[in-house]
């Protein structure tokens, strides 16, 4: 189909490109010109382009503000009246097996131990924890604890 169409219009395809080449050629010779009897004037303002740019970059660099990290550790003290949130445990369908894995990782333990403590294998403490961080909408431990501390899931 298109190249039925093709083939219809090739004395309309011809014309088009060839007026486009000389269109080409046309701007190709204004912009010879130009650059021959305006040489001086492109340099210069390639030069000032240049410099100007190099001004911008070092008044940034010398004007940016010096930031100092300052660390502040606080104790957190547990809350001693926690009340786990079932509704919202229900609603992300979070099994028992699977909040025991989110409370022990909660008290920093490694994959490793907390399938030790569980008496279960390792893959099946990564598989709970995945389900965990898809169920939490969670990338990393640290946001899945924190996500379910919020969500009062774990204290």
Request: glycine letters at 4%.
């Amino acid at each position: 189909m298109i190249i039925a169409a093709i083939v219809r219009n090739k004395q309309n395809i011809l014309y088009g490109l060839a007026l486009a080449l000389l269109l080409l050629l046309l701007n190709w010779l204004e912009w010879h010109f130009v650059i021959i009897n305006h040489a001086f004037e492109i340099y210069a303002g390639a030069i000032a382009l240049i410099f100007t740019a190099l001004g911008i970059w070092l008044a940034l660099k010398l004007v940016k503000p010096k930031v100092n990290t300052v660390v502040i550790e606080k104790p957190v003290v547990a809350d001693a009246g926690f009340i786990l949130n079932e509704a919202e445990l229900s609603r992300r369908r979070i099994s028992s097996r699977e909040l025991e894995v989110l409370q022990l990782m909660a008290q920093g333990l490694s994959n490793q131990e907390i399938a030790e403590s569980l008496f279960v294998s390792l893959n099946t403490i990564k598989t709970h924890t995945s389900n965990l961080f898809l169920k939490l909408e969670a990338e990393r431990r640290t946001q899945a604890i924190e996500k379910a501390k919020r969500l009062s899931l774990i204290p």
